[in-house]
């Protein structure tokens, strides 16, 4: 299976300051064929499910402020909130599609600062 | 719109077994894979199951292989999770979840199961 590591495992964050989440796998998850890297990003809010915010490792799903923006590839990848807001408190995961089973990072908790 | 609705958690003693649907709408459910994803309280995501859209591929992770079995009745728009041999640690939300062009973009609000004598 593929081990999908994150970092940190918290952070905290003034309001309209940076944020960044790394995600490392342990195999490559960009197939070379399209291209494309079977890379995603969800935010969790206590108490709902996962919401879609970045898939193909940087594309932006409808709906989702500019402020989230997503980068790398192969096996190093990156979720930048850009300006913190405080309804972006929630635990972050990230998640390969690549190969079966799916894996997702243990996921990252955001605060404010 | 898509909807994913689970239910048929509760609470159940170690050992027993319970049975979880999905009913899905707002798509064609029979011709998409399936999944299944579950998280233990306070903790991650970690994935469980899927099925192939007739139903004759089936996926288990390692942790409740021998123990679950996956289904669809694409007659009725329901994907299920028959759960046996329940643990403590299979405690867990369950969430059913559908993809598109390979991404996992829909999930359901989940349905908790809880194992506990």
């Known amino acids: 299976d593929i081990v999908m590591t994150q970092s940190p495992d918290s952070l905290a964050v003034s309001l309209g300051e940076r944020a960044t989440i790394n995600c490392k796998s342990s195999q490559s998850v960009l197939f070379t064929t399209n291209n494309k890297n079977y890379l995603a990003w969800f935010q969790q809010r206590p108490g709902q499910s996962p919401k879609l915010l970045i898939y193909w490792a940087s594309t932006r799903e409808s709906g989702v402020p500019d402020r989230f923006s997503g980068s790398g590839s192969g096996t190093d990848f990156t979720l930048t909130i850009s300006s913190l807001q405080a309804e972006d408190v929630a635990v972050y995961y990230c998640q390969q599609y690549y190969g079966t089973p799916w894996t997702f990072g243990q996921g990252t908790k955001v605060e404010i600062k | 719109e898509v909807q994913l609705v689970e239910s048929g958690g509760g609470l159940v003693q170690p050992g027993g077994s319970l049975r979880l649907s999905c009913s899905a709408s707002g798509f064609s459910f029979s011709s998409y894979v399936m999944h299944w994803v579950r998280q233990a309280p306070g903790k991650g995501l970690e994935y469980v199951s899927a099925?192939?859209?007739?139903?004759?591929?089936?996926y288990y992770a390692d942790s409740v292989k021998g123990r679950f079995t996956i289904s669809r009745d694409n007659s009725k728009n329901t994907l299920y999770l028959q759960m046996s041999s329940l643990r403590a640690e299979d405690t867990a939300v369950y969430y059913c979840v559908k993809i598109d062009a390979m991404v996992p973009g829909y999930w359901g609000q989940g349905t908790l199961v809880t194992v506990s004598s």
């Open positions: 099925i192939s859209s007739n139903g004759d591929s089936t």
